[in-house]
């Protein structure tokens, strides 16, 4: 494995630990939010486990090729929904990091989102 693949791995592990904590943290107002965005009611509970999971497993390095799979796959399904909404003229409240994020979505997020795109890119074949 390269460096280039076990930095991106850690980075984009790093910031799925923090956006499942971030969720975990804003208790009962991140459902409200993830409604709001288009994201199915059975998901909200289990998405902050699974993402501080996904997190984990990348920044230690257990079963990488799946797990980049799974962070680049709910990463683009999160890209498309927020690109949906934005072609809709929605502008919900993003909360993927919680209370930290409690801007209406907009270009930036999509930006965010390649970046963590390209990070998943990076620890599959950096």
């Excluded at 956006?19 to 059975?42: E, N």
């Amino acid at each position: 494995m390269s460096t280039v693949a076990l930095i991106a791995s850690i980075l984009l592990g790093s910031t799925f630990v923090v956006a499942g904590a971030a969720k975990l943290a804003a208790g009962p107002s991140w459902p409200v939010h993830v409604r709001d965005l288009g994201v199915p009611m059975f998901v909200a509970p289990v998405l902050p486990w699974l993402e501080l999971l996904i997190g984990a497993l990348l920044i230690v390095q257990s079963f990488k090729p799946v797990t980049a799979w799974v962070a680049i796959g709910l990463t683009a399904a999160f890209t498309l929904l927020i690109a949906l909404r934005l072609s809709q003229g929605r502008r919900p409240v993003c909360a993927c990091f919680g209370a930290w994020s409690a801007k209406p979505i907009g270009p930036r997020h999509l930006v965010r989102n390649a970046a963590m795109l390209a990070l998943g890119a990076l620890a599959l074949f950096g």
